[in-house]
């Protein structure tokens, strides 16, 4: 869902663009999955990667702009940590 979240709130209407916003965040998701299966457990921290994912690829945010929202909710809590248990 993440994804087409991204789209609506970002206004996206091309279904092209759309659907190539899935498959990166899909690819994405699933070599998470594949390479680290503990990851799976971690459903927030999967949806806000799938979500920044999305507005990277919108060219909206950079890798390491995403990569700072990530540390700083990680550190507020309110995502999973990264350490698989």
Do not use: Q
């Amino acid at each position: 869902m993440a994804p087409l979240i991204a789209a609506i709130f970002n206004k996206v209407e091309d279904e092209k663009i759309k659907n190539e916003m899935k498959d990166i965040s899909w690819a994405y998701v699933l070599n998470a999955h594949k390479e680290i299966p503990g990851y799976k457990d971690k459903w927030k921290r999967c949806f806000v990667h799938a979500y920044l994912d999305s507005i990277i690829y919108l060219k909206l945010i950079t890798v390491e702009k995403s990569e700072t929202i990530i540390d700083y909710l990680e550190n507020k809590g309110v995502i999973e940590s990264w350490e698989i248990e």
